[in-house]
């Protein structure tokens, strides 16, 4: 079992920068997927980033590339996504993910770090708003 809690959502100017973070209770932190995905209001949960158990793969959705990281330090059992660069369209309630055994080896992590039903574990979420 492992339990996500996101925090740093806070309001910012459109440029302006976040770092979201997600702690994680449980000894097995360090053999799961995390993944990053946001909820605007009236839209459906969208996939934002994801970094392999390793750290050794990232994967960013096309709307945040080059100005999102995603990143986790193991020993900490924490996971992070700093957020350069907003833009009011980054608005959203932010959700952190563990991703177990759909995303244990290379080949699923490929084919399912973008899926929400493949994540076994979510946060409660932060709210991140871009004022323009």
């Known amino acids: 079992q492992v339990q996500l809690v996101e925090s740093g959502g806070e309001l910012v100017q459109a440029g302006g920068s976040l770092r979201l973070s997600c702690a994680a209770s449980?000894?097995?932190?360090?053999?799961?997927?995390v993944g990053w995905f946001r909820q605007a209001p009236g839209k459906e949960r969208e996939f934002v980033a994801a970094?392999?158990?390793?750290?050794?793969?990232?994967r960013y959705a096309d709307s945040v590339k080059g100005r999102f990281t995603i990143s986790r330090d193991n020993a900490k059992n924490t996971g992070y996504l700093q957020m350069n660069s907003l833009k009011p369209e980054d608005t959203a309630v932010y959700y952190c993910?563990?991703?177990?055994?759909?995303?244990?080896?290379?080949?699923?992590?490929?084919?399912?770090?973008?899926?929400?039903?493949?994540?076994?574990?979510w946060g409660q979420g932060t709210q991140v708003t871009v004022s323009s």
């Open positions: 970094i392999m158990w390793s750290g050794v793969s990232t």
């Open positions: 993910a563990a991703c177990s055994a759909a995303c244990s080896a290379l080949a699923g992590y490929y084919a399912n770090y973008a899926l929400t039903s493949r994540y076994d574990y």
């Open positions: 449980g000894r097995t932190f360090s053999s799961y997927a």
